[in-house]
T-cell receptor, first 115, second 113 residues
Framework: GAVVSQHPSWVICKSGTSVKIECRSL??????MFWYRQFPKQSLMLMAT?????????EQGVEKDKFLINHASLTLSTLTVTSAHPEDSSFYIC???????????FGPGTRLTVL | GENVEQHPSTLSVQEGDSAVIKCTYS??????FPWYKQELGKRPQLIID?????GEKKDQRIAVTLNKTAKHFSLHITETQPEDSAVYFC????????????FGTGTRLTIIP
């Protein structure tokens, strides 16, 4: 399957700071990437769909001004959690959609802890 | 939008026995149903998937069945092994050019040695 990387794998930050998470599609050009959030012992919840060269599409209830998504190239999408608060602590996972196989592959995830 | 329900939430099975996890979906337009296995702190790994044009798919010890009329699909794991212990998620996606996955709530499978 496709290879997706994320960086960093974990981050601890103070409340009020911003954190940027990178998602890279390593072996094919991904015009569409997805960002998910997973709280402990819960399922994956789609936050937004990241489209290369255009604005992201956010799911209902996800604040677009708080979770900034940039998909400037076919291999990189970034999620910036702005003014992070403890309730933003979660496991953030990206995925890309390989159109040739019509399959989604997930990155390794980023564990964010906001103190 | 799509709603996916998954049962049971936890499942304990004796090693060697079979495990079955069931999911239902709400949107009759959904046409792709993957199953993911997630170990603690790791990414979901695709283990098997099925598309709406088939009713069953098998890959060694793992099989998935789909009933489009009833809008439910199931994961079957036979001859379970300790390494099968993990959380399993079903998902469904609708077509129309945007493959958004809607996940079930997950099943924590424990294989008892």
């Amino acid at each position: 399957g496709a290879v997706v990387s994320q960086h960093p794998s974990w981050v601890i930050c103070k409340s009020g700071t911003s954190v940027k998470i990178e998602c890279r599609s390593l072996d094919f050009q991904a015009t569409t990437m997805f960002w998910y959030r997973q709280f402990p012992k819960q399922s994956l919840m789609l936050m937004a769909t990241s489209n290369e060269g255009s604005k992201a599409t956010y799911e209902q209830g996800v604040e677009k001004d708080k979770f900034l998504i940039n998909h400037a190239s076919l291999t990189l999408s970034t999620l910036t959690v702005t003014s992070a608060h403890p309730e933003d602590s979660s496991f953030y996972i990206c995925s890309d959609w390989d159109r040739s196989t019509d399959t989604q592959y997930f990155g390794p995830g980023t564990r964010l802890t906001v103190l | 939008g799509e709603n996916v329900e998954q049962h049971p939430s936890t499942l304990s099975v004796q090693e060697g026995d079979s495990a079955v996890i069931k999911c239902t979906y709400s949107d009759s337009a959904s046409n792709y149903f993957p199953w993911y296995k997630q170990e603690l702190g790791k990414r979901p790994q695709l283990i098997i998937d099925i598309r709406s044009n088939v009713g069953e798919k098998k890959d060694q010890r793992i099989a998935v069945t789909l009933n489009k009329t009833a809008k439910h699909f199931s994961l079957h794991i036979t001859e379970t092994q300790p390494e099968d212990s993990a959380v399993y998620f079903c998902a469904a996606t609708t077509p129309f050019g945007n493959e958004k996955l809607t996940f079930g709530t997950g099943t924590r499978l424990t294989i008892i040695p």
